[in-house]
């Protein structure tokens, strides 16, 4: 798929098919997540792939009760990693690390369009409860939660701000 049809065609889906995510696909979309960059190219990010239907149902509640987690086949979970980013100090740890693992996700999401599975980005969670479920250590946090399967439903087009509303030039 070209790339801007790749952007046109993504979509918030929170129905999920029951049809399994191929290995082979999965595999692509964490290459495309590891391709990401990031801050010094330090990959101050972790990738939790979370596939057993007891973890996804855990983590729906930790979602606060987003159950369409359940639907979906595979989740993943980005989570920062401070100890990576500490050669920027204070600014890498609280804003670089949270910057890595949402651009890696936000490749990993245009890469599952591009393979025709739908996704959502998730924020909406309790962390601790999270980091626990996915058996995270300390040193991460959760910023993302994507479910990954094929679409259910089609939502439309959400609209979006007039590019003269949101662009500004200096």
Request: with cysteine.
């Amino acid at each position: 798929m070209e790339f801007f049809e790749v952007i046109r065609r993504r979509r918030s889906v929170r129905a999920f098919r029951k049809t399994p995510v191929q290995p082979e696909a999965l595999q692509r979309i964490l290459a495309a997540a590891n391709a990401a960059p990031s801050a010094g190219n330090l990959q101050a990010y972790e990738i939790f792939v979370v596939t057993d239907d007891r973890t996804r149902s855990a983590l729906a509640r930790a979602a606060y009760d987003q159950f369409f987690l359940l639907g979906a086949p595979v989740v993943l979970v980005f989570c920062t990693h401070a100890a990576r980013a500490m050669r920027y100090g204070k600014r890498g740890e609280e804003l670089y690390t949270i910057q890595d693992a949402s651009i890696a996700c936000t490749f990993a999401m245009l890469a599952a369009t591009a393979l025709g599975l739908a996704t959502v980005w998730v924020g909406a969670f309790d962390t601790d409860e999270v980091r626990s479920v996915i058996g995270a250590p300390l040193s991460t946090n959760p910023a993302v939660i994507l479910p990954i399967g094929y679409a259910a439903e089609e939502p439309a087009f959400p609209g979006r701000r007039p590019l003269d509303e949101l662009v500004h030039r200096n």
